[in-house]
């Protein structure tokens, strides 16, 4: 070869040597097409849990792990719910994490293998007015079904067995009755009980069943349940209390006249009978049945006994105890009732300013109660403007919105839903304490959760729902 040719040849390996970066060049800064998929942009979906789907292209090649995809301004691209390919990416919520109501946003972020990168951003809306009910829900309806079909063959067979008595045993409810008293309980506690629990079944079938009802419906039917459950309880427990409470004073009251009438020379017998003709008011009734016992010769011990057994008072029985066996072993009789008269009477009032003091305390926690309140609401009222804040000073990191913490972001109206339910579950947890703190039963406090409860149902709905 020449030298002309050689000087030649090196002349155009150096043109075309220079050319070539520049063709690369200009191929490496072509971006990744995206094309939406579904939902697309402003599409109305009637499911909670609709598949997002995207498809992007470049000649050169998508870098799988450079795709970004974030759902409502949480990325998901590292989820099990969420399939990236190549050429895709789909994400399909979990039903524990579908969509409420609203409007929600999509972002796509993809780079080919050169780095050149692409960004596509769309929204959509769900509207659950329509929303459908999967077939694999529950029917309520069908369990109310099996339940009546229950009560149904219960009720033949205890027809049955009732036919069988009055057939053998010459059974009648009349004599049944009158040989067993039924208890006030079952009326104020167990029938409530299962009238509320049908009513929450029955009511809670028919919400989700019609998605046109207000959001919180269930919780609405909920709250009714509990109000009819506990309701007729709250209000019975708090007239017993307050029965024995003038119980209590009345047979103190009771005690210092007996002692008085023993020290005019009467014993504990005839002074017990002369008292029950005179009107001694809560314990008329009482007296009566214990002076008819004494006359048909029953030990007074027996008597006073029998008489404070139905008042179901724990401290009538230690003073009855004591003044029946005062009468049993004798002495100075009229001065041990009226000792113990002077004692009762003394405890009665001491617990009485006790209990006066502690419902101050009661009206400190019913504030307490009204100031949490407020301060959710004012959390929830702020919710919006502080839901995108940079955390990074309380991180000491760089702030990534599009980082993956682990952590599920929830809607604000879930966010509602979830203060609504701790609220109403606090006031519940909180009158059954001022209850034991006051009167030392958890049932004298029912009364005060149901008052707690309607406060905070109040307060919701007029404030935050």
């Avoid at 979990?94 to 969509?99: A, T």
């Avoid at 029998?306 to 004591?322: H, W």
Wanted: glycine share 6%.
């Amino acid at each position: 070869m020449t030298k002309k040719k050689i000087i030649l040849l090196c002349l155009i390996l150096i043109l075309v040597g220079n050319n070539i970066p520049i063709a690369l060049a200009q191929e490496e800064t072509t971006s990744p097409t995206i094309t939406i998929i579904s939902p697309e942009q402003g599409e109305t979906v009637d499911i909670s849990t609709p598949e997002i789907k995207v498809e992007y292209n470049d000649p050169s090649g998508i870098e799988i792990n450079t795709v970004k995809l974030i759902v409502d301004g949480y990325p998901v691209s590292d989820w099990d719910e969420t399939i990236i390919t190549s050429t895709s990416a789909s994400y399909i919520p979990p039903e524990f994490l579908g969509f409420d109501e609203g409007n929600y946003s999509v972002t796509i972020e993809v780079s080919d293998i050169h780095g050149n990168t692409a960004k596509e951003t769309w929204t959509f809306i769900v509207k659950m007015s329509t929303y459908q009910v999967k077939e694999e829900t529950i029917d309520v309806f069908t369990i109310i079904t099996y339940i009546l079909y229950g009560t149904a063959i219960v009720f033949i067979a205890f027809s049955i067995y009732i036919i069988y008595l009055k057939k053998t045993k010459k059974f009648t409810f009349k004599k049944y009755f009158i040989q067993h008293k039924i208890k006030k309980e079952i009326f104020v506690f167990y029938i409530p009980l299962i009238i509320a629990f049908l009513f929450s079944i029955l009511g809670l079938a028919i919400v989700s069943k019609d998605p046109s009802l207000p959001a919180f419906s269930m919780e609405y039917i909920l709250i009714i349940g509990i109000f009819i459950a506990i309701g007729p309880f709250a209000v019975y427990s708090q007239m017993d209390r307050r029965k024995i409470a003038k119980y209590e004073r009345a047979f103190s009251q009771f005690l210092f006249e007996m002692a008085d009438a023993m020290r005019g020379g009467l014993d504990p017998t005839k002074a017990l009978i002369e008292l029950s003709k005179t009107d001694k008011g809560i314990l008329k009734n009482h007296l009566k049945r214990a002076a008819d016992g004494i006359k048909l010769g029953r030990p007074f011990d027996e008597v006073i006994g029998a008489m404070i057994k139905p008042i179901k008072s724990d401290l009538l029985k230690r003073y009855g105890l004591l003044i029946g066996e005062t009468s049993k072993i004798g002495g100075e009789t009229s001065q041990v009732i009226h000792r113990a008269a002077k004692d009762m009477d003394d405890f009665l009032k001491i617990n009485q300013e006790r209990r006066r003091q502690l419902l101050g305390q009661t009206t400190t926690i019913y504030i307490a109660f009204i100031v949490l309140l407020i301060i959710l609401w004012q959390l929830i009222v702020i919710f919006p403007s502080i839901e995108g804040m940079n955390i990074s000073l309380l991180k000491g990191t760089s702030f990534d919105p599009t980082e993956n913490t682990g952590i599920t972001r929830m809607s604000f109206f879930t966010i509602k839903q979830r203060f609504f339910h701790l609220v109403t579950i606090d006031s519940l947890g909180t009158g059954t304490i001022i209850g034991m703190f006051i009167d030392g039963n958890i049932r004298y406090g029912l009364i005060h959760s149901l008052i707690l409860t309607a406060i905070t149902v109040i307060f919701f709905i007029s404030l935050i729902l």
